[in-house]
């Protein structure tokens, strides 16, 4: 591995812990004995569900972040967006949001005026309330959203219910983390910068709209942080396995190159470590390796959805202008194999 490689943490999603010290600490908790609590933090989905009637349970979630990009108004939109696809990748509908802050009392208010303006957009857009929030004094600037939404409780989607011989589908390119990585230190062009500031500011309420109409989606999860691999060891569990295909898997405009120049993040050196054996890649691609453990932020949904249906989603999808694709499936093996 060269000696010039450089690590960018940036802001965004990159700034989650590891995958591996969260699990450690989560273990530590208690779990809820509720009854009605249908799904709390043990399965590592993207948010709560707490049921209060036969036909009605609330979805609860929350995420903020640093800034990935100098644009306070787009910050704003990134980080709503962020927050409100947890809601739509348990197949859920927003229904109100919480600004969360994060900013110096020595820095111009218009700055944070125009990231909470960004935020509303999207909240709005969503057809969820901005209803309120909390803010604190501190000496960087974090934004994001509280959310709560609604869903049938029989119709939840959570991201452990694959089934062998599922289709992957993933409807957001990855490279995100990469080429911000690129930008930090100018050498992105800004065609890949406009590319992934428009998929970081596209609602995942699209897709998720597309996979109500259809019966046979199984699980479901958003990209983000822990990127593609590590999301999606998620979703299988200790219970399948999965094939990928590289050549399938939609790319943000110029982030390989700037994989294949070693611009890479510290995040994803982290989910590397943290999928340890549990994937086999069988091409010769470090570019490749690094896509798949970039973090990602607003990424796209990924969903496990029966081979039967697959084809007829992936053309809704791309239908509605959606950058989809079916990237592989689920089998009975363990672990991941990336061809």
Request: hydrophobic share 40%; aromatic share 6%; with cysteine.
């Amino acid at each position: 591995m060269p000696d010039n490689i450089i690590f960018c943490s940036g802001g965004g999603c990159g700034a989650k812990l590891g995958a591996g010290v969260l699990s450690r600490i989560l273990g530590l908790l208690p779990r809820p004995s509720d009854k009605n609590l249908l799904v709390g933090f043990d399965s590592s989905d993207d948010a709560a569900i707490y049921r209060i009637s036969d036909d009605t349970a609330i979805v609860s979630t929350l995420d903020f972040f640093p800034p990935m990009t100098d644009d306070p108004c787009m910050f704003g939109q990134i980080a709503a967006a962020n927050a409100l696809s947890d809601i739509y990748a348990m197949g859920g509908t927003p229904v109100t949001a919480l600004n969360i802050v994060c900013f110096p009392e020595t820095m111009d208010i218009n700055i944070l005026g125009k990231i909470m303006q960004g935020g509303a957009d999207k909240v709005s857009e969503a057809g969820a309330s901005l209803v309120g929030g909390h803010s604190i004094s501190d000496d960087s600037i974090k934004y994001g959203l509280s959310v709560t939404g609604v869903i049938d409780p029989n119709r939840i989607l959570t991201n452990t219910g694959c089934r062998t011989g599922d289709m992957l589908i993933l409807t957001k390119p990855i490279g995100v983390g990469i080429v911000n990585a690129a930008k930090t230190v100018g050498e992105a062009s800004q065609s890949s910068i406009d590319e992934a500031l428009s998929s970081m500011t596209f609602l995942n309420k699209y897709a998720a709209a597309i996979f109500g109409r259809y019966s046979g989606i199984h699980a479901c999860t958003d990209v983000t942080g822990f990127g593609l691999i590590c999301h999606l060891l998620e979703m299988l569990a200790s219970e399948h396995g999965a094939e990928l295909s590289f050549a399938d898997i939609p790319l943000i405009n110029g982030a390989y190159g700037y994989a294949r120049d070693f611009l890479i993040t510290g995040a994803g050196q982290k989910n590397r470590s943290h999928a340890g054996d549990r994937v086999t890649f069988e091409l010769d691609d470090f570019a490749a390796e690094e896509l798949l453990f970039d973090p990602q932020t607003s990424g796209g949904l990924l969903a496990s959805v029966s081979a039967a249906e697959a084809e007829s989603i992936l053309e809704d999808l791309k239908d509605e202008g959606i950058k989809a694709a079916i990237i592989g499936k689920v089998t009975n093996g363990k672990g991941i194999i990336v061809k």
